[in-house]
Each structure stands twice: as C-alpha cells, then as structure tokens.
C-alpha cells in the first residue's frame, strides 16, 4: 500500500538551481495535483493533471513546470530556484475528486539559499 | 475567484473541552466541502460534505454544512492531546477537477 510517494524528503539548492520533484501514485488515479504550503499557511495549488497528457495551471504556476506522460508519474520541475520558492511540496491524487477525496504524498521540504 | 476563510487561525484548549472551527466560503457552482487533519505530515481526509443540514460524525469528530449561509463547521468534543494539529478545510466547484484550500486552523491541546 505505497499510495502517493514524494522523493526526495529534504532538499536544499542554492539560488538559479534546477530540481525536480518525483512524485508517483500506485492507486490508478487520473488526477494529481501539487500543492505548496508556506508556513501559516493553507495549500495553494501549483499544478495539476485530469490524465495521462493533460495538465493545467492551478493559482501560483510561476517558476514551475510539469509534465505528466504517465498515470502513475506527475513530476514537478523548477528552473532558476528562487528563495520564494522555499517552501514545502505537496504531491496528491484522486480518483474522482467531485466524490472522492485527495491522497497527499508526505512532502518535500525545499530550503531555496 | 473562490475564496475560503477559516478561523480562528489558531487556537489552544486543554484536555477535555470541546472545540468549534470554522469554515465560510464562496464558490460558484458548489459540489463539496472537505476537512483534512494534518499533523507533521500530510493531510488525511476527514469528512466530504455535500447537502446543507446532515451531520457527518466519526468518533469525537463532527462535522455540518450550511450551504444557505455558506459554511461549516468543524466539532471536537473531549480533545485529547493527539488532536493537536492543523485542520484544513477545502471546497470544490462541479467539475473543476481541483479544490480550494484555507489558511488552515492550528489547534493545540494541552494536558
């Protein structure tokens, strides 16, 4: 029962660096998202995916990129880390989100310096 | 632009009072409304609410949704220590795909 699997946990990169979040889901859902938490603060959503090909912005998509060209995997990647990109990252999917609820991964802590 | 508002934003009780959080929201097209619990890690679903006036009940945890005053709200009775957390609350639109998310409201317990 792996569920959603984020790696890596910790990561620390210094400013212009590039990186990229796996993020991978074991329970055949078409959708996943990534989320970003601040500290304080709700999920703010970066990115998601309906399917295999398809993804679209969620409300902070600047300085991400996504892809998705399977089910099962929905990397995110950052291009020229920034420190506002400090954060911590948060993998979910779905089967059907208007009846069922998010799985979350347990996170990536990303330390940008 | 959907909006989520919780509060308090932060809370703290000791063992064996009863807490109530709270959720407004405004969303077109309204499907559901969700709370998470988050301790360390990542959030795990607590209750889904779609129709005003039912109340959702696991244990010491309850939950009801107003959608004619647009909120809900979020009971504890008897708190415990390991109910120390962050308890998130989402909405989603019909057939948006995506939800929502507040602030959040940190509740600590104290023995």
């Known amino acids: 029962n792996a569920g959603v699997t984020q790696t890596p946990k910790f990561r620390i990169l210094k400013i212009g660096q590039s990186m990229t979040l796996q993020c991978a889901q074991d329970m055949n859902h078409n959708y996943m998202y990534w989320y970003r938490q601040d500290p304080g603060m709700g999920l703010k959503l970066i990115y998601y995916?309906?399917?295999?090909?398809?993804?679209d912005k969620g409300e902070v998509p600047n300085g991400y990129n996504v892809s998705r060209s399977t089910t099962e995997d929905f990397p995110l990647r950052l291009e020229l880390a920034a420190p506002s990109q400090t954060s911590v990252y948060f993998c979910?999917?779905?089967?059907?989100?208007?009846?069922?609820?998010?799985?979350f991964g347990n996170g990536t802590r990303l330390t940008v310096t | 632009e959907d909006k989520v508002v919780q509060s308090p934003l932060s809370l703290v009780v000791h063992e064996g009072d009863t807490v109530t959080l709270n959720c407004s929201y405004e969303v077109t097209n309204f499907r559901s409304l969700l709370w998470y619990k988050q301790e360390k890690k990542a959030p795990t679903f607590l209750f889904m609410l779609t129709s005003s006036g039912i109340e959702k009940k696991s244990g010491r945890l309850s939950s009801i949704l107003d959608k004619k005053e647009l909120f809900s709200i979020l009971n504890i009775t008897a708190t415990q220590t390991g109910d120390s957390a962050i308890y998130l609350c989402a909405v989603l639109r019909t057939n948006a795909g995506k939800s929502t998310f507040g602030d959040g409201t940190t509740l600590t317990v104290k023995p």
């Open positions: 979910a999917s779905s089967f059907s989100p208007d009846h069922s609820p998010l799985h």
């Open positions: 995916s309906v399917g295999a090909g398809i993804t």
